[in-house]
């Protein structure tokens, strides 16, 4: 049998007794609106039965949106008392814990759902983070999109584990890191890379690598590239001189001089606006 109140609690006026005083005090009591409402209770435990206390307990409606939230007490106990009837969700996060779907449920009026949770230990638990902003040099603006590398030291071998993208804000973050020496390396086209100091991390350390990026001084200018080959076989040319000119009012004039590579590649790079003549004699010493 479920007990609910009928009437309203209605409390009296004071009553003062002095001696012996017989005093009478009539009131009516106003009927209690029907109330369509119940209760939700459970208990949050480890895989084992055992309690888990203080755990954040989240209730959502049936929209999915975030309706209310309590704590359990030291014996994982919470409760949710006087919840309109309905369809609902609800889990739990604790520090420590992954945090299990969400469990459907339903309030009745005047009935109290029981609703046990189950929370697993996270494996991770003790595992590392390293994080950060990605800002300019000239007016410490966040810096979106750039890409930041990590690399983890061991001895003498150094292995990257891992590369991300900053968001709007400038912000990146590697998680689960197992503990060690790390570095990071960060990117973006317009600006020269720079590299971090080392940061050590160890057991459930969250460690803050902010970075900064100074503009690239030739992110306006150009590249000219070609290969040089033979034309009567098609072969790459290796160590053939490669001249650049710069033409103007129909004037060249030598401003760089370069050789291809094995491949028979050349590349000038850091080219202002402008025109430019490239020439490749093959000279030879006798």
Request: no cysteine; charged share 15%; aromatic share 8%.
């Amino acid at each position: 049998m479920t007990i609910i109140d009928r009437y309203r609690l209605q409390p009296s006026p004071l009553i003062t007794i002095d001696g012996r005083e017989e005093e009478t005090n009539n009131f009516q009591l106003k009927a209690a609106p029907p109330v369509e409402a119940g209760n939700i209770s459970g208990t949050v435990r480890y895989p084992n039965g055992t309690a888990i206390p203080f755990a954040t307990v989240k209730l959502f409606d049936a929209n999915g949106l975030p309706f209310e939230h309590n704590n359990s007490n030291p014996d994982g106990q919470f409760i949710f008392p006087r919840v309109p009837v309905g369809s609902y969700f609800i889990t739990a996060a604790e520090p420590g814990f992954l945090t299990p779907l969400r469990i459907d449920l339903t309030v009745l009026a005047n009935r109290t759902t029981t609703v046990p949770i189950t929370m697993q230990v996270d494996p991770n638990v003790n595992k590392n983070a390293i994080f950060g902003i990605v800002r300019t040099s000239t007016n410490n603006q966040p810096i979106e999109e750039a890409t930041v590398e990590l690399f983890k030291v061991t001895g003498t071998t150094t292995e990257m584990i891992g590369i991300v993208s900053t968001n709007n804000e400038g912000q990146y973050l590697f998680a689960d890191l197992e503990n060690g020496n790390y570095f990071v390396t960060v990117s973006k086209p317009g600006f020269l890379s720079n590299e971090s100091t080392p940061a050590t991390v160890s057991d459930k350390d969250f460690a803050a690598v902010n970075m900064i990026l100074a503009a690239d001084p030739d992110s306006n200018a150009g590249t000219i590239s070609g290969i040089i080959t033979d034309a009567a076989n098609g072969q790459a040319i290796a160590n053939a001189i490669v001249v650049l000119y710069s033409v103007s009012n129909g004037i060249e004039n030598v401003i760089d001089i370069t050789k291809t590579n094995v491949g028979g590649l050349y590349l000038f790079g850091d080219l202002v606006a402008g025109i430019y003549r490239v020439k490749a004699p093959l000279q030879v010493k006798s």
